[in-house]
């Protein structure tokens, strides 16, 4: 399966994606050790869809032995710049660059939609030993919080999207339900300059398609109105994490 444009976008921002986005909070890394039911630390862990790494530096850090797999040579090479020293292999969820039978953790941060699950799903099984795990998650803005709903309500008329806010429970819909998944949300904050979440909106792949243009001026209208919620120029940015976990 050819791997779209969108899905490619993320390469011509690689410096701004690693600067400005949000890794993930470390109760996600506990969530996934119960779910999977074993340590991270010595397991081998195959990242997919790796990025410029937030994901693989935090497993990196809980004593996993990683192996990064991302297609985008942009994303590889920020990823190089961040984490010399973990393995990348440029290849995609679809077709594996890994030995069957290796591999005791695939995850997918942020990645998994970017795939085909006809050919990414038997590609994960191919890939994993017996009683290894799949890992998937998802980072989203809390629209519960109501400044967060108000920029999402203008972020889906902006991309003609339908009007119902996001509901996390979303990202589990359309899993293959043979593979038994199960499911946890981890809710957490940070606290950044305006700036740094103007530019983290601007690094979604949405944006990188849309155009410069139209993204500076959807961006200065976000300036000035988050401007005045938060006079202090620091945004305090809720997220639910969405995790999904499979045991082979
Ligand atoms: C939103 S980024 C997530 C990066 C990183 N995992 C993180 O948590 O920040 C999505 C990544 O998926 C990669 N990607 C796109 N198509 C893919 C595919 N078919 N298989 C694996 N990764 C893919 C992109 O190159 C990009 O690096």
Known sequence: MAITSQARSFDTAAASYAA??????????????????????????ADVGAGTGLATSLLHDRGAIVVAVDPGPGMASQFRLSLP??????GDGNNLPLASASIDVVTYAQAWHWTDQRTSVPEALRVLRTGGALALWWNDSDSTVPWIADQDARLRRLFGADDSPHNPTARFRGLPLELGFVHRHVPWTRT???DMHLANLASYSDFLVLGKEATNT??????????????????EEHYVVSLAVATR
């Open 218 to 235: 959807f961006i200065a209208s976000e300036r000035d109105l988050l401007a005045e919620a938060f006079p202090n120029q620091m945004v």
């Open 20 to 45: 400005n986005r949000p890794s993930y909070p470390s109760e996600l890394l506990d969530a996934v050790e119960e779910l999977i039911g074993f340590p991270l630390e010595g397991a081998c862990v």
């Open 85 to 90: 020293d973990v393995p990348l292999v440029i």
């Open 192 to 194: 950044v300059p305006l």
